[in-house]
């Protein structure tokens, strides 16, 4: 059993910048693939990034050259750096972490971008 806490979001103007973190508790949180989901409001949940447990990294387009997703596994941390923000980016965000047939939710942050 793995828990996911999503924290970090928070009003940033467009261009600005933010700091997500996923804190996991449980154990073999470093064998876990995980991933960042945004769900902007009246839209369906999207993938934004996935990093595996050997630290390969994969991105949707949207979020290409902006984001960058990285895990500590002593610290049983994913992380999502944010930049250059703009106001479509304004969303929930939700950490999953996925092996085999064990997936796992966190309970998001949300992410306003406005100015």
């Known amino acids: 059993q793995v828990q996911l806490v999503e924290s970090g979001g928070g009003l940033v103007q467009p261009g600005g910048s933010l700091r997500l973190s996923c804190a996991a508790s449980?154990?073999?949180?470093?064998?876990?693939?995980v991933a960042w989901y945004r769900q902007a409001p009246g839209k369906q949940r999207e993938l934004v990034a996935r990093?595996?447990?050997?630290?390969?990294?994969t991105y949707v387009d949207f979020v290409k050259g902006r984001f960058t997703i990285s895990r500590d596994n002593y610290k049983n941390s994913v992380y999502l750096q944010m930049n250059s923000l703009k106001p479509e980016d304004t969303a929930v965000y939700y950490c999953?972490?996925?092996?085999?047939?064990?997936?796992?939710w966190g309970k998001g942050t949300l992410v306003t971008v406005s100015s």
């Open positions: 449980g154990s073999g949180f470093s064998s876990y693939a």
């Open positions: 999953n972490a996925a092996l085999l047939v064990r997936d796992y």
């Open positions: 990093i595996t447990r050997g630290g390969s990294t």
